[in-house]
């Protein structure tokens, strides 16, 4: 899927792509990605740009539902609020958790089912992070690629405890340990930034799944989304998680701050894609693309 926003006010648009794949080894994809974009007259459009990654876990396809569900809770309650983003964020992100935890409760066969979610959000020229567990953002400015957000897992907590090396961390087990997921329990702490991080033109942002950040380095993330369109890296990225064994599902978006044209031909139009199949239903997330003349 991909999309194009410009910025309420800014000389720049964010251009941008998400893209799942179900990997080599797995039959099911418990990845749900969503990325919205509302343009021209949708009243959403001042609330700006949102985009998550969730990676859905638990038992008979009931990950495959709770990502599913933080992605349609988290994207309907974020553009229900008319909130600063953090706020917003922090909303649609206890919603979302409630959803998943009273679904399986309500349905045994799901029971402890959870999901990460990685969502961010662009709005008068800032870029806002809100995250549970380890699915990744990050940045890459001026040729440099930052990590945004924090693993929440036992070994990235021992590591900024200092209690273990980042070194010692990557041969130990152990690493998969989620210290918080979506719907794992009653109440969660999300990382939520309370200010946004200014935007400028060049900057690229990704948000991915493990099934990307456990196969592919930073300096391999880095070459792909310097050299391509964020359509063509999103499957370049997918393309050299598979190479390294694909054994997880793979989720990737790649998203360019770039010049907005001065003229610019035709409407925003809005295109409807599946994003899931689930037991919940299909859900969907509407896509706002601009056409260029």
Not at 69 to 87: C, G, I, K, T, W
Not at 163 to 188: D, M, Y
Not at 207 to 234: F, Y
Request: charged letters at 20%; one cysteine or more.
């Amino acid at each position: 899927m991909t999309a194009v926003r410009q910025a309420n006010g800014a000389s720049w648009r964010v251009v941008g792509a998400m893209r799942t794949d179900v990997g080599r080894v797995r039959s099911l994809n418990e990845d749900t990605v969503v990325f919205v974009a509302p343009a021209g007259q949708d009243p959403e459009a001042k609330l700006g740009l949102l985009a998550l990654v969730a990676d859905g876990m638990g038992g008979h396809a009931a990950g495959e539902v709770a990502s599913a569900l933080a992605a349609e809770v988290v994207r309907r309650v974020y553009f229900s609020l008319d909130s600063p983003p953090s706020q917003a964020l922090n909303t649609a992100f206890e919603a979302a958790n409630r959803a998943i935890f009273d679904y399986a409760a309500r349905n045994p066969e799901c029971n402890g089912m959870g999901t990460t979610c990685t969502a961010i959000a662009v709005r008068d020229e800032c870029l806002w992070l809100a995250h549970v567990g380890d699915s990744r953002a990050y940045i890459l400015r001026d040729g440099e690629l930052t990590q945004l957000s924090e693993d929440q897992t036992l070994h990235a907590q021992l590591v900024r405890d200092g209690v273990l090396t980042a070194e010692e961390a990557e041969k130990s087990p152990g690493g998969n340990v989620i210290l918080q997921a979506l719907g794992t329990r009653q109440e969660i702490s999300p990382d939520l930034w309370s200010e946004g991080l200014r935007l400028r033109l060049g900057d690229r942002f990704i948000l991915c799944s493990d099934g990307l950040s456990n196969l592919a380095s930073d300096a391999e993330i880095t070459a792909i989304v310097s050299r391509h369109s964020p359509r063509d890296a999103c499957a370049a990225l997918i393309d050299a998680a598979l190479a390294a064994g694909g054994y997880d599902n793979i989720s990737v978006g790649v998203f360019a701050v770039e010049d907005a044209p001065k003229h610019s031909g035709g409407q925003a139009a809005t295109q409807r894609i599946k994003i899931s199949d689930s037991p919940i239903g299909v859900l969907t997330a509407k896509i706002d693309t601009i056409a260029e003349g």
